[in-house]
């Protein structure tokens, strides 16, 4: 009795995962719900990809703006620490001469 019941099930799980065609039309109308939509989802997509890569390009000119302020005054620091230098050696070398001409004199 068992052993027919397992027949019976077996038999049944072969039919119900028999292939079997598709409905006609089938393909079709699938393909037209898909038309159907995808303008719509393709215009957010389009949309959110846009807003996106302005983003980013704007994320990239602003970093690229601070760079190179951020050089430009390095480069102000480094010119004003190199005539504080030169004034140094200037004011120096015009007290040497101030002091040789006083000995020149003498």
């Not at 019976?8 to 799980?13: G, I, N, W, Y």
């Not at 602003?62 to 004034?87: P, S, Y």
């Amino acid at each position: 009795m068992e052993f027919e019941a397992m027949e019976e099930f077996e038999r049944e799980l072969r039919q119900a995962l028999e292939r079997r065609p598709a409905p006609p039309g089938l393909k079709r109308r699938l393909m037209e719900k898909r038309r159907a939509r995808q303008p719509h989802s393709t215009v957010w997509l389009r949309l959110a990809a846009s807003i996106a890569l302005a983003a980013v390009l704007g994320g990239a000119a602003e970093w690229r703006h601070q760079e190179e302020r951020r050089k430009g005054e390095e480069a102000r620091r480094q010119v004003l620490t190199a005539l504080r230098i030169t004034n140094h050696a200037l004011n120096q070398m015009n007290a040497q001469l101030a002091a040789h001409s006083r000995n020149a004199q003498e």
